[in-house]
């Protein structure tokens, strides 16, 4: 898994837009990630950062509306051509860090899911503010981030990162927003020695789609063994609520949290 473009079909040449394309032909991988948070979710969703759709073509299926945004606008064409089907879906020209882009949206959708977009915002709690702002009363955020600054290399600089998270700092960020953080998913313990052997030893940019479609064809199995892994994530999500927690049934102790498959 450490060849580069190897069989490569990318069509980009832009590092963090190859990196998109490639994930694309990642469809276990994504599969995981939608069958992690898609418990979390409700009818009316807004997403944050879409890209190219490859989660949001699974997400959208049985949601009452689903607006799927994105700062790229050659991102939101391709989504618009790979889901006109999808009559539930309409797409929005959103910056995340912009207040303004979310005055349409204030208190109108129940969730508002954001994955591996905080950490490319350098404002990243006026971001979250944003995301708050957008949410009616008892509505979630689920956010999902890079774990580990330790782990940050060439690969998070070529996709723009200002940063990766550790939990605590993710948990005090939304909780500055306005979120009560009802619980953390620790997720993809597997693919942490394959993102620092890239990105801080082999100082590659580019994750390409041959390493992707071999890592992919084992989610089967990574499935089933990630949360026994002993190194630390690669991602963590955080579920925050927009308003009180009624109950302590609905918070779980971070570190009784293991990776929800």
Wanted: with cysteine; charged share 25%.
């Amino acid at each position: 898994m450490i060849m580069r473009f190897a069989f490569s079909g990318d069509i980009y040449v832009d590092d963090d837009k190859s990196t998109l394309d490639a994930f694309s032909d990642a469809p276990n991988f994504n599969r995981w990630m939608a069958d992690t948070i898609c418990p979390c979710m409700g009818k009316k969703v807004l997403e944050i950062g879409t890209g190219i759709g490859s989660l949001t073509r699974i997400l959208v299926r049985g949601r009452h509306s689903y607006i799927a945004s994105d700062l790229d606008f050659e991102h939101l064409e391709r989504l618009k051509a790979r889901l006109a089907h999808r009559p539930n879906l309409k797409t929005a020209h959103i910056d995340a860090s912009c207040a303004d882009q979310f005055r349409p949206f204030v208190g109108k959708v129940e969730t508002v899911v954001c994955l591996n977009v905080l950490e490319h915002i350098e404002d990243d709690l006026g971001a979250l503010n944003n995301i708050h702002s957008a949410l009616e009363d008892g509505g979630r955020a689920v956010i999902l981030v890079p774990e580990g600054q330790g782990a940050y290399g060439t690969l998070d600089e070529a996709l723009g990162h200002f940063r990766r998270y550790s939990e605590i700092q993710l948990k005090l960020r939304m909780q500055e927003a306005g979120f009560e953080v009802e619980r953390v998913i620790r997720f993809n313990r597997v693919s942490r020695p394959g993102w620092i052997l890239n990105g801080t030893i082999l100082k590659r940019r580019v994750i390409s789609r041959f390493q992707l479609t071999n890592f992919d064809r084992f989610v089967w199995l990574w499935r089933r063994i990630d949360r026994m892994l002993p190194w630390s994530l690669t991602s963590i999500i955080a579920i925050g609520l927009k308003g009180p927690i009624h109950t302590m049934a609905q918070q779980t102790a971070p570190d009784e949290v293991g990776a929800q498959v």
